[in-house]
């Protein structure tokens, strides 16, 4: 369940972002003043913040900006009366992702809600990627594309398939039925004949014809993938 702090001092916005945003599945919590809502931004977790600027005790733009002093890349949405475009520029300087001048039309907020965090989402998965390496090689899952010391490698589509799951199971013994089914499928007219050649293809783009470093022929069963 995504976390999102408020930061709002108005009772009746309170209890409308608090109702819609958990009939949307969202844990809420809510801070009425800019002290205790810069506090518990600094000191917990959350997926997002909705931030007034004109809170009792610390206006929202000076808690957005020691957030981010505070190297925490939590998304801020700043929530504003405020119709200055100086006022927003300010508060998207000091590292808000976005703002939304009230009144507000809350379905309008949940979609830049939602929007954030499939960015944020999305920002995860690039960072915790890591591409797979073997040898001076590396395959980049993501982009479809083979290099070697930086100097792409072109692979059919085919020979990519192939050289991914031989990636995926590593110094495994994989038949090569196993290989027609994994990357040519069930249906297909191809034969095992058909592995070998594209082994043998795989291999020529590898450097490997003569010594087979990486796809290891298994006499009488099929092929094992060297990392090393």
Not at 5 to 22: A, H, Y
Not at 87 to 112: C, H, Q, W
Not at 151 to 179: A, D, G, H
Request: proline residues 3%.
């Amino acid at each position: 369940m995504k976390k999102i702090l408020v930061i709002e001092d108005e009772p009746g916005i309170q209890m409308i972002l608090e109702d819609n945003l958990k009939n949307e599945g969202f844990e809420v919590s809510i801070q009425g003043d800019g002290i205790s809502g810069e506090k518990i931004a600094l000191e917990t977790t959350w997926d997002l913040i909705l931030l007034d600027i004109m809170l009792p005790g610390k206006n929202g733009l000076e808690i957005c900006q020691n957030i981010r002093k505070n190297k925490i890349d939590t998304p801020i949405i700043m929530l504003t009366a405020r119709s200055l475009i100086m006022d927003k520029v300010t508060g998207l300087n000091l590292g808000a992702d976005d703002y939304i001048s009230k009144p507000f039309d809350i379905m309008e907020l949940l979609a830049r809600i939602n929007a954030l965090l499939r960015r944020e989402n999305y920002k995860y998965v690039e960072k915790s990627y890591k591409p797979v390496v073997f040898g001076n090689f590396v395959l980049n899952t993501q982009m479809a594309t083979l290099s070697k010391e930086e100097k792409s490698i072109k692979l059919s589509t085919r020979e990519y398939l192939l050289l991914q799951y031989l990636l995926e199971n590593p110094n495994k013994v994989i038949p090569r039925n196993e290989l027609l089914d994994k990357v040519w499928g069930y249906d297909s007219i191809a034969t095992t004949r058909t592995v070998d050649v594209h082994v043998g293809w795989l291999r020529k783009k590898l450097g490997e014809q003569k010594i087979h470093k990486h796809i290891i022929t298994v006499r009488g069963l099929g092929y094992r993938f060297s990392l090393e």
